[in-house]
């Protein structure tokens, strides 16, 4: 009956189903995430990794089971905004109007919040909110998808002008007279892959009066060689702009340095060449929420000093 409008999605979600996932299968990916929980059961960033790599194969319980691990262990905008997509793609519009209200008031300044929840309400019969929604998207910069959905929610509420001006504008937004801001189509994810199955999960080591594994200490940190394997991504997300290096077009490369624990866990990370303008701590941000198969010394995984890159890039 009613038409979901394209949204902004600035969440982890969307960039695991645009990243490649560096050539794992999503069972493959899925087994390792699992194997890093199974010995650190308190890795909120394990949890969310497998989570959005279940939404992406469409496996929406197992996903929303993990992503509600993440919101309990380490709550943030981005982790209520994840299982918000999880409501979305379940049709629980309740839920996900729920969760998208906790991540706008833990991150006001993320428009896409707002154009998602107003989506939510318009699908869930609430146009008097959507369209507080799509005005407020609208006031921070020009939105076509905004303007149609507030022309929808106008028509639904009998606003015949209303409905008619947003139109217009749609219209003259097609015909270039006017530049909407960027908004880029959610993604479509793809099909779980031939004979992919949901995974049943077993309980982790910390479950049932089992204590957590421990975290690495500094003395058992080991260098890579000689015997020693490189960790190795499993999941990653791209880091957010910072307003002042967008508005001054500045591009480059951030190093890092990290201890990659037996976990695979980043820690320790510092900044070796800087970049300024915000975009130092915006590396820094992105690769804490970076998840690792770690590296192994005579078999057994350890933790190892690693340099990263990060780049930034205006598209």
């Known amino acids: 009956m009613y038409e979901r409008i394209p949204s902004m999605r600035n969440t982890f979600a969307f960039f695991v189903l645009t990243a490649a996932a560096f050539g794992q299968l999503p069972d493959q990916r899925i087994a390792d995430l699992t194997e890093l929980i199974q010995r650190k059961p308190d890795f909120a960033g394990a949890y969310y990794a497998r989570g959005v790599t279940l939404l992406a194969a469409g496996q929406y319980s197992n996903a929303e089971q993990d992503l509600s691990e993440v919101v309990e262990l380490k709550p943030d905008a981005t982790a209520y905004a994840s299982r918000a997509e999880v409501y979305a793609a ?6 996900e109007i729920a969760d998208l209200t906790m991540a706008i008031s833990m991150k006001p300044g993320n428009v896409s919040y707002y154009l998602r929840r107003a989506n939510s309400h318009r699908l869930n019969g609430g146009c ?12 921070r910069g020009p939105s076509e998808a905004a303007y149609r959905g507030r022309s929808i929610c106008r028509k639904q509420l009998g606003d015949a002008a209303g409905a008619a001006e947003d139109e217009r504008v749609v219209e003259q937004m097609k015909a270039m007279l006017i530049v909407p801001g960027p908004v880029p189509l959610a993604p479509i994810p793809n099909p779980p892959p031939r ?7 077993p309980p982790p080591s910390g479950v049932g009066g089992r204590p957590p594994v421990a975290s690495p200490s500094p003395e058992n940190v080991y260098r890579i060689g000689g015997g020693v394997s490189q960790p ?4 990653k997300v791209e880091p957010e702009y910072s307003e002042e290096a ?7 490369t951030v190093s890092l340095s990290l201890v990659v624990s037996e976990f695979g866990e980043p820690l320790s990370i510092k900044v070796v060449k800087s970049l300024g303008l915000g975009l130092d701590e915006q590396a820094i941000a992105a690769v804490q929420k ?10 057994q995984p350890v933790a190892v ?3 990263i890159q990060v780049t930034f890039k205006l598209l």
Do not use: C
């Open 290 to 299: 970076w998840v690792f198969k770690p590296g192994r010394k005579d078999g």
């Open 246 to 252: 967008r508005k001054a077009k500045w591009q480059g």
């Open 232 to 235: 190795s991504i499993l999941f």
């Open 90 to 95: 379940m049709k629980r519009y309740d839920q």
């Open 305 to 307: 000093y690693a340099n």
């Open 195 to 201: 004979g992919f199955t949901p995974p049943v999960f």
């Open 128 to 139: 008097q909110a959507a369209i507080l929604d799509y005005s407020e998207v609208i006031g």
